[in-house]
């Protein structure tokens, strides 16, 4: 099991955020520390989440992409999802996240 890591740029008012490995209840809150301390610090106007990386997600990961989406909204930003893996992309649609946050597939994703 692999837990989850981010990474963040931000470039031209646009926050990046690439996740991989398991977003689990173990890892989503350190995750969620980090994302938050940066959406706070540089305060973007979009935000994007890479998710190519992301193997296993369970309610923890849900709450963390709903948690970020609240506050970026919050602070008059927009967020976007790109590349899920096909696994991942199946839990956004069940529990209805791509009705409130566009998820988009890039062609960019690393096989």
């Known amino acids: 099991m692999e837990n989850a890591k981010v990474q963040s740029e931000y470039c031209n008012n646009i926050l990046c955020f690439r996740l991989s490995g398991e977003i689990d209840h173990h890892s989503a809150p350190v995750v969620r520390e980090q994302m938050d301390r940066d959406i706070y610090f540089f305060r ?5 989440m890479v998710l190519d990386g992301v193997g296993f997600m369970d309610s923890s990961g849900l709450g963390l992409i709903l948690g970020r989406y609240t506050k970026i909204r919050d602070l008059q930003g927009t967020l976007k999802i790109e ?16 009705k409130l946050i566009p998820v988009v597939k890039t062609g960019k994703a690393v096989k």
Request: charged share 35%; no cysteine; glycine share 4%.
């Open 44 to 48: 973007p106007k979009n935000v994007i």
């Open 83 to 98: 590349d899920p893996t096909p696994e991942i992309e199946k839990i956004l649609k069940l529990a209805g996240v791509d």
